[in-house]
């Protein structure tokens, strides 16, 4: 039997809430717990993240997935972008802080107790998730596996000069949310915030240092994160494998809203071998 609990209120970043969803099977002994990190434009609800929790849980771990709390989306409406003022005022410092929040959680919440097995906590990253999952594991020892999909390899120079030219000027930029035609702000704090936290948010010199076992995956077809991010990580750490998928794009197949009741043929090998990382 499989217990599925979605939307638990937790205390996040700046007074803004996190959501969060547990999925896990019953049994008489704790397990391992994946902690699912999404990207930007993203959510915990997106595409076919509750039906990967499910096979998650059915193969022995507790799994979690969450909102950040400046995400965009909001606890009434954890589907839709409802508060932009929140997303423009995201950054990397408040998605790390939340990230921790949540493994606060995992370890100390009494409904977690017999549960989780508090010695195996990874985390599982996708796109700027990736990023952020590595910074994560490279400053918590709560952290001893890391998976990335998709992940990008650095935060610190990804703004171009016309974007940061347009900050400084208008204090803030947009991005365009193609699924949802939503221009998204991004304010001025963002870039403020990376230069003020360089030393920290440098995603390259996490992986360098990181003494855990670490499985990278990329698609040979990504449009959003090129495979080079995933060839400079694997150069740079000294415990990572690089797993390529040949011909897979950024969400390995997916799209939201997803309403099939199986993986496409990329999701469902990139799952399966990260499940198999993990149980080794």
């Known amino acids: 039997m499989v217990t599925f609990t979605k939307n638990i209120l937790i205390d996040g970043s700046r007074e803004k809430p996190i959501l969060l969803d547990v999925c896990y099977k019953h049994t008489q002994e704790s397990r391992p717990v994946v902690v699912f990190v999404h990207g930007f434009k993203g959510f915990k609800d997106w595409g076919h993240f509750d039906l990967m929790a499910k096979a998650f849980a059915q193969e022995g771990f507790v799994f979690i997935k969450f909102n950040f709390s400046h995400n ?3 606890p009434g409406n954890p589907l839709e972008f409802g508060d932009l003022d929140a997303f423009g005022k995201n950054n990397y ?3 790390l802080d ?3 929040k949540v493994i606060d959680w995992v370890l100390t919440d009494p409904s977690m107790a017999k549960v989780a097995d508090k010695n195996a906590v990874y985390l599982l990253g996708h796109s700027r998730g990736g990023g952020i999952s590595i910074l994560k594991a490279g400053e918590d020892p709560r952290v001893k ?3 990335t999909w998709a992940s990008v390899s650095d935060f610190l120079n990804r703004n171009k000069k016309q974007t940061i ?5 208008k204090g803030v930029v947009y991005t365009f949310n193609a699924r949802t035609k939503q221009q998204m702000p991004l304010y001025l704090q963002f ?3 990376l230069q003020a936290h360089r030393e920290r948010l440098n995603v390259l010199k996490a992986a360098k240092h990181l003494e855990i076992p670490f499985l990278i995956i990329h698609g040979t077809n990504d449009e959003a994160v090129d495979l080079k991010d995933a060839e400079e990580l694997h150069r740079t750490s000294k415990h990572s494998e690089l ?3 040949g011909e897979a794009g950024h969400t390995f197949g997916v ?3 997803f309403e099939e009741l199986s993986f496409p043929e990329h999701a469902q090998f990139v799952i399966e071998r990260t499940m198999a990382f993990l149980k080794e």
């Open 243 to 245: 797993l390529v998928v």
């Open 165 to 169: 030219d347009t900050w400084h000027e």
């Open 145 to 147: 596996k890391l998976v």
């Open 93 to 95: 410092i408040i998605e």
């Open 191 to 193: 870039y403020e915030t």
């Open 255 to 257: 799209r939201h809203p």
């Open 72 to 74: 965009g989306t909001t």
């Open 98 to 100: 939340d990230l921790g």
